[in-house]
């Protein structure tokens, strides 16, 4: 319930704000409206001849408010529906991996046990994972001295990361070699 009245606000300010009414006030009988100063009416037409005009100021507000708003909600809305299609297409994998499944258990056939393994992943080594952090960081570097931006920093930490990590990766494979070979001390 509590979403819906999100939601119900969220699209009722956007509408109120995307109409143009964000700014102004509604005077009442008793209040008597401020008028604008002098300087200001200068700019604004007295009357609006046709439709077309107002058309026009229509857009022209539409425009100052719809840019920053697309500005704003675009880079969520790709990462939304990057996810939402990784996930279908998940889904549809699934779908289609039951559909054989009982395709077979119809005809009474059986599957090969290779069927039902899971797809794993190569699991990447910490030693090609800080390479990859290094080279990022060397690219970084040279990408900054070719621009001239601030990439220094972002690639000396990513340099930084990967050379603890390949300390790290240089620490257990000794743990690992010393655990194998005990020596005994007589």
Excluded at 8 to 22: I, K, N
Excluded at 75 to 85: E, M, N, R, S
Excluded at 93 to 100: H, M, N, P
């Amino acid at each position: 319930m509590l979403r819906i009245k999100f939601i119900a606000f969220t699209v009722a300010s956007l509408l109120f704000s995307l109409c143009g009414f964000a700014g102004q006030t509604v005077a009442s009988d008793s209040i008597a409206p401020i008028s604008p100063a002098p300087a200001a009416t200068a700019n604004i037409p007295a009357v609006i001849n046709s439709s077309a005009e107002v058309a026009q100021t229509i857009i022209n507000g539409l425009e100052d408010i719809l840019i920053p708003l697309v500005a704003i909600i675009s880079p969520f809305l790709v990462g939304f529906l990057t996810i939402l299609f990784v996930l279908k297409y998940q889904l549809s994998k699934k779908k289609a991996k039951y559909a054989v499944v009982t395709k077979a258990l119809e005809m009474g056939k059986d599957l090969p046990a290779e069927f039902f393994k899971e797809e794993s992943k190569k699991k990447r080594s910490p030693l090609e994972a800080s390479l990859v952090l290094i080279a990022v960081g060397l690219g970084m570097i040279v990408l900054g001295w070719i621009v001239e931006a601030i990439f220094y920093g972002v690639g000396a930490i990513c340099i930084f990361i990967g050379i603890a990590k390949f300390i790290a990766w240089k620490i257990e494979i000794k743990k690992d070699t010393d655990s194998f070979n005990p020596t005994v001390n007589e």
